[in-house]
């Protein structure tokens, strides 16, 4: 079984993420994507963010209607820190250890990951999609990889560039749309965008 994995904020969920999971679906032929919001983001610690059940609520709201798209606790569930690599583990453990893990990211995120908990674990655990966005360029992916993670196979067959329709969406920008008054309605999915508006999200920052 190959499974997307799907890791963000999600403060909120906009479509540049549904795009992004759609496509690695298709061109990956995933059974399913997984959305996991990070409940205590470790390198956003210093970061203001809005209350786990609602970038949760937001994430069930936009994927109503998708039945390969479901939403998952799992860090919520779990103390501490949510490190990509537990959550990694413990989908293993969930749907065994032949269920194969497939983590999409944003070429922004990619880059990142080098930075987090264990990355050639995180190579080891899954197959990684970078998907292409604006402004991030994913020339310096290929150096930047571990040479081998740590089943001792090259990290950079487990790395997959896609190509998606570019969106320059990205959460931060709505936040600030929402503060400044500016349109954000067709950036997330009308359900979203109506639990934006009734709850008075992101007026203060
Ligand atoms: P923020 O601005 O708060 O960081 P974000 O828009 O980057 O929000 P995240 O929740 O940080 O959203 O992102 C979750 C994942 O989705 C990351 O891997 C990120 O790279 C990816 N992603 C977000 N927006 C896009 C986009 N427009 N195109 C492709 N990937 C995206
Ligand atoms: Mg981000």
Do not use: C
């Not at 999609?129 to 992916?141: D, F, H, N, V, W």
């Not at 990889?145 to 196979?153: A, I, M, Q, T």
């Amino acid at each position: 079984m190959k499974i997307g994995v799907m890791g963000g904020t999600f403060d909120p969920i906009h479509n540049g993420h549904l795009v992004t999971s759609e496509e690695a679906r298709y061109q990956f032929e995933l059974e399913k994507v997984i959305f996991i919001p990070s409940a205590r983001p470790p390198h956003k610690r210093e970061v203001r963010r809005s209350p786990f059940e609602d970038r949760y609520r937001m994430v069930e709201l936009a994927l109503e209607g998708n039945p390969f798209l479901s939403v998952s606790m799992l860090e919520m569930e779990r103390e501490g820190l949510s490190y990509t690599i537990d959550t990694l583990r413990e989908l293993h453990r969930i749907h065994g250890r032949d269920a194969e893990l497939f983590f999409i990211t944003g070429a922004d995120a990619i880059l990142e990951i080098l930075t987090w908990k264990d990355p050639a674990e995180i190579f080891a655990e899954s197959q990684l999609i970078a998907a292409t966005r604006p402004g991030y360029p994913l020339e310096r992916l290929k150096e930047a990889l571990p040479e081998y993670n740590s089943h001792g196979e090259p990290s950079t067959g487990r790395v997959h560039a896609m190509e998606i329709p570019s969106l320059s969406i990205s959460s931060t920008d709505i936040r600030e749309r929402v503060r400044e008054g500016k349109p954000f309605r067709y950036l997330v999915p009308e359900p979203v965008w109506a639990y934006i508006v009734e709850n008075s999200f992101y007026l203060e920052r």
